[in-house]
């Protein structure tokens, strides 16, 4: 009998597929079929760190939303900020009543603030765990990367003194010095980290002359960037890592858990296909497990990693070489 479950921040997870934050998560009818459909675990729609404050402040400044950051502002736009904190908590304590898999809240935020009070009453809704979204452009000329990395540090450490359940970091790839800071945020008490977030890109419209949205649906070849990382940190990693951005079918899951992750979140392969596919991919993985004659996830994760490699050199190659492409 093949056995899909895996652990990941301290909890059993019935397969290592999770359904990351998106809109699909957004409802009680959204999580039971994502459950229904064989998710191990399920990442709530995020709450805004800008929308928790201003609904502790009693207001949100009408007209004042392009002060916000403007994700926030889009989402609270989009969303209602009325009742949304409550709304949120009521999502979480409902979720907890109805369905057996883990349930994750996602918290959007920047820097360490008065929201941070707001993680005891997820805790007290029944999360399972908290993942929070860091996600920052370094586009201000006067910070140095030095600083950009101590908010993440300064969060993580934070985090560690305030919450009772596991948390988790989702962080994008924006740092010079990367594995420095994987490492240290992975040994920083956070149970987890989630590589990576995929970032909202601006496009041109060379027609209208202006600015337009880029693919909020990620390609299937975007899963290479957190692959290598994943498989360069997790044999010296301080927390669980789990692979996030591109993952569209079962073998590319394979391939972030033989890299080390152990658990695997999927958005877009759900847009792009439906929900339904979640069970598609659990197969797809439980027949390669079954070809190569494993029975649980532990038998080969972290098999493909770099510190298990006879080529470590190879994880950390960024330049292309006629042997190692082939087309030249
Ligand atoms: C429609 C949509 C909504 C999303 N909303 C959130 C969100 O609220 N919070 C968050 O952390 N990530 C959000 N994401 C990012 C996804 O959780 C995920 O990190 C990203 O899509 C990369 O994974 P994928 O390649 O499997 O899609 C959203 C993505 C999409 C497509």
Known sequence: MIDLSTKYLGLTLPSPLIVGSCGLTNSLKGIQQCEEAGAGAVVLKSIFEEQIVADSDGLVPEGEGSLWHTEAYEYIR?????????????LVRETKKSVKIPVIASVHCLTPGSWIEFITRLQKAGADAIELNVNVLSSDTRLTGAEMESTYFTLAETLRKVTTIPVSLKIGYHFSSMAAVLFRLSHSGIKGLVLFNRPFFPDFDIDKMELMAGRAISGTQEYLMPLRWISMVSGRAGCDLCASTGVHDGKTAVKMLLAGAS????VSALYDKDIAHLGTM????????EQHGHQRIADFQGHLRQSESHNPAAYERVQFMRHSVGIE
């Open 263 to 266: 658990s695997v979140q999927v």
């Open 282 to 289: 659990n197969n797809e993985i439980r027949s390669w497990m």
């Open 78 to 90: 989009d969303y209602g900020h009325e009742s949304a904190v409550s709304r949120f908590l009521d």
